[in-house]
């Protein structure tokens, strides 16, 4: 081309030069181009593989989730199944028995099964529940026993008789030593209550002995657990309204209708909020919100409340996370109450920490009030996880004076860097009862303890007055709030119902 380009410049002037260097612009701008094109053009390939790697690996996930779901149903038939084959077989024997034979049914219900099943995986409970039926089918010698799973953390030992008081008892300590015995699908270990009922006595089929046995195993957790309990008619009336709440509670917690309720804590010299105490209720399906009143003593007779102690608390942490990326709220805590059985639970401040780390965030913003503190210092596991709790981090409220107000001479012992003053406490000083001074030294051994002084139940000025007369700063009751849930709460970080000015005007 090169040669005729001074022939084509000649003939056809300027213009001629101008198109060729258009023309030689538009070859280079497609050169160009292609080479760009390519490497977007391999980018568009590479971003349409990582797409649909994502939604393979989507679908991956999804297809596991369901395999797991439905290995979950299928273990569940399975288990439906094998229970109508257990008491259908028990019924069998039932029907074939002697007159006056007597034999016996051992209802066994698994000890804080739920708090297993949520820390381990439902899997792994599954795998529980296998290895305690193959125990309990070697205890005895009666190759007619019959035992099995019955459902969710239930299992059965129905001992065709003839049997006898020696017998039952035998079989009971067996059992329960048999599913306390080491496990080999979880490093911990499992106990069980037993309601026992009796053929022909308390019941002519599988279904009668099983009502029975479960009012008994109710009578068995009651007394602690880890015991068996026998069936007697004089139980009806004295057991039937609690175990049919107990039933409800127990329904209660699979339909997730317990919620939390929290009260505010009041510095009155700075009119600040600066904790929340947690306070649980029962919405329940045809009373409406139950405060604990109603059925606390229930879940504590029975232990459910070991169960509330980390469901409860991860709710707090959850709630608190919420408010404080929506609040940003700092210098605050939020307190739970432990029972004696709630922290006579093994490892549970370890367990709390680890629902704190799964939220990453600080200990300090959580209290435990210790209510029966002088109950509590007799065992081990209730003090082992006390101390823990302080070298976690956590705050710790005692919530217990002693029967004799002995805390005052006992203060510098106590493992709590909190003191609460209970309404009932607050009231006697408010009129003058004889155990008022006894209250007041206690107040002012903490108090030169440097410990935190919470006064609960102020109602009027009155009561606010009265407290900080006597060196109390941080008080709780219904004149700053009565109980609130979640949402109501949210709007005491915008605008509290009562003022710093007001409470000076108190208080000077």
Sequence with gaps: MSRYLPFFLTTYGSDALAIVVAVIIVVVTIVVIIFLGRDVIKDIKTDLEDRRFLREQKQAENDTNDADKSGLVAERKVISRRSKDLLALIDQDIYRSKEGNISVLFYMNLDNFRAISERFGTAKAGKVIEEIAAKIKKVGDNKKAISGAHESDILIYYLPGPVDNEVIEKYANDLLTAVNSPMKAIEEQVTTSIGIAIFPFDGITIQQLIKNAEIALYVAKKQGKNQFALYSSDLIEKEQFNINYYHEIKKSISNDEFLLYYQPIVDIKTGKLIGLESLLRWNHPTMGILSPGKFLNVMDLTGDITWFGTWGFEKIVQQYVAWK??????????????????????????????????????????????????????????????????????????????????????????????????????????????????????????????????????????????????????????????PKSADETAQLFKKTPWSFEHLAEITK
């Design 325 to 482: 990326k929506t609040f940003r709220l700092k210098d605050m805590f939020i307190s739970t109450n432990l029972s004696p059985k709630q922290l006579m639970t093994e490892n549970l401040a370890k367990a709390f920490f680890d629902i704190v780390k799964k939220y990453h965030f600080d200990s300090e913003s959580f209290c435990l009030e210790i209510i029966d503190y002088y109950t509590v210092i007799k065992n081990q596991t209730a003090v082992n996880n006390l101390s823990e709790f302080r070298r976690y981090g956590f705050r710790v409220a005692i919530d217990d004076l002693g029967d004799q107000y002995e805390l005052a001479q006992d203060i510098e012992r106590v493992h709590g860097n909190i003191i609460k003053i209970c309404r009932e406490d607050v009231m006697k000083i408010v009129n003058d009862f004889d155990e008022a001074s006894k209250i007041d030294r206690v107040i002012s051994a903490a108090l030169k303890m440097q410990k935190v002084v919470i006064a609960e139940g102020i109602e009027d000025e009155s009561m606010i007055q009265l407290m900080n007369a006597k060196g109390v700063r941080f008080l709780q009751g219904y004149y700053f709030s009565q």
